[in-house]
C-alpha cells in the first residue's frame, strides 16, 4: 500500500499560519496526495488535492515538493475550528476504483 | 439537503449477534465505501462499491458483508465472524468523475 508519513502531533498559536509536513517518498506518478481532517467524533473532511502543482483553495493550499516525495498542508491562519486530526492521504488507482489510504495523521491543536 | 446519513449514532449489540449498520446518500454519487476507525487511528478500508449490485473488498473485509441492490443504499452487516467489532464505522461516497470522497457522521458500535 502507499504510505505517508506525518508527525503525531502538532501545536499553532490562533491567527498564525500552521505548515502540516507530509512525506510520501514511495510515491508513483499518477498517484494524488490529498488531505482530510477529521473533527472528534465526526467523519472526515475533504481539505484540499493535488497532483503536481501547488494548489489553493478556501480552505488551504497545498504544497508539492519538486520530486513529490513530500508536501506541506498550509492553513493560513488558524482558527479554533481548525483543531482536529490531518491525513495526508494518496489516493491509488487500483482496478479501476480510486480508494484512499489513511494514515495516522497529525493532531493539531490550535491555542488560543 | 444533500448528504450522507448513518443510523443509529449509537450502537451496542451482544457478542455472537449480527448487526446491520445503514448509509444512506442523496447525493446521487456511484461510489460507496465502508471504513472502520480504531481509537487513535487511521480509516481502514472494510467494502467498497463503484456501481449498484457490485461491490469488491477492502482491506479488512473478513467478518464483513455488503450489499448494493440501491444507489443510495450501502449497508454493511458486521457479522458473528468478525473478531473484534466494537469500533467507529464510516460510510463515504464519491461522484465518479470527481476525487473528493464525503463522510456520513459514523456509526460508534460497541459489542458487549
Known amino acids: 500500500d502507499a504510505k505517508t508519513t506525518q508527525p503525531n502531533s502538532m501545536e499553532s498559536n490562533e491567527e498564525e499560519p500552521v505548515h502540516l509536513p507530509c512525506n510520501h517518498s514511495t510515491i508513483s506518478g499518477t498517484d494524488y496526495i490529498h488531505w482530510y481532517r477529521q473533527l472528534p467524533s465526526q467523519g472526515p473532511e475533504y481539505v484540499i488535492h493535488g497532483l503536481t502543482s501547488n494548489v489553493n483553495n478556501r480552505m488551504a493550499s497545498l504544497a508539492i515538493a519538486e520530486d513529490r516525495k513530500s508536501s506541506t498542508l498550509i492553513l493560513h491562519r488558524a482558527t479554533l475550528r481548525d483543531a482536529a486530526v490531518y491525513y495526508c492521504?494518496?489516493?491509488?488507482?487500483?482496478?479501476?476504483?480510486?480508494?484512499?489510504?489513511f494514515g495516522t495523521g497529525t493532531r493539531l491543536t490550535v491555542i488560543p | 439537503d444533500g448528504g450522507i446519513t448513518q443510523s443509529p449514532k449509537y450502537l451496542f449489540r451482544k457478542e455472537g449477534q449480527n448487526v446491520t449498520l445503514s448509509c444512506e446518500q442523496n447525493l446521487n454519487h456511484d461510489a460507496m465505501y465502508w471504513y472502520r476507525q480504531d481509537p487513535g487511528q487511521g480509516l481502514r478500508l472494510i467494502y467498497y462499491?463503484?456501481?449498484?449490485?457490485?461491490?469488491q473488498k477492502g482491506d479488512i473485509a473478513e467478518g464483513y458483508s455488503v450489499s448494493r441492490e440501491k444507489k443510495e443504499s450501502f449497508p454493511l452487516t458486521v457479522t458473528s465472524a468478525q473478531k473484534n467489532p466494537t469500533a467507529f464505522y464510516l460510510c463515504?461516497?464519491?461522484?465518479?468523475?470527481?476525487?473528493?470522497?464525503?463522510f456520513g457522521p459514523g456509526t460508534r458500535l460497541t459489542v458487549l
Open positions: 463515504a461516497s464519491r461522484q465518479d468523475s470527481y476525487n473528493e470522497q464525503f
Open positions: 462499491s463503484q456501481i449498484v449490485n457490485d461491490f
Open positions: 492521504i494518496l489516493r491509488v488507482y487500483q482496478t479501476g476504483a480510486n480508494n484512499l489510504f
